[in-house]
């Protein structure tokens, strides 16, 4: 099964959408749009185009364990998502996951500059 995940953000957020067999990512681009509405009908549209068959989306939880407001907002668009598809819309705590996606580009090779490319989201 496809899954469509989203690092929602205030100015853009980034969509990436696995393959089959839910081992590879990739991104799928950025959406400069800070209207949350307007963002999750485009999300809904976008997996729908993409035939994701669950959507996933980033939770800021703070290292202790605890939510800001960052993890309030994550939340209020997840929900937003629900009202406009019929897919499961789970959250994923992405702690460290930037420290790790870093961790893997070095060990690739990947170098810095090119990280910088949008399509990458957080990792810039």
Not at 26 to 43: C, F, H, Q, W, Y
Not at 70 to 94: G, I, N, Q, S, Y
Request: proline share 4%; charged share 25%.
């Amino acid at each position: 099964m496809k899954i469509m995940a989203i690092d929602y953000g205030d100015a853009r957020t980034g969509f990436a959408i696995s393959d089959r067999s839910e081992f590879l990512a990739s991104p799928i681009g950025t959406v400069p749009e800070r209207n949350a509405e307007r963002l999750a009908d485009k999300a809904a549209q976008t997996a729908a185009e993409y035939g994701a068959g669950e959507i996933i989306v980033g939770l800021p939880i703070n290292m202790n364990g605890t939510e800001g407001p960052r993890a309030e907002k994550c939340r209020a668009f997840a929900e937003l998502l629900k009202e406009r598809t019929d897919l499961p819309v789970r959250m994923w705590d992405e702690r460290s996951t930037t420290v790790t996606a870093h961790n893997i580009l070095n060990e690739t090779s990947c170098c810095r500059y090119s990280c910088r490319n949008d399509n990458f989201g957080g990792l810039s």
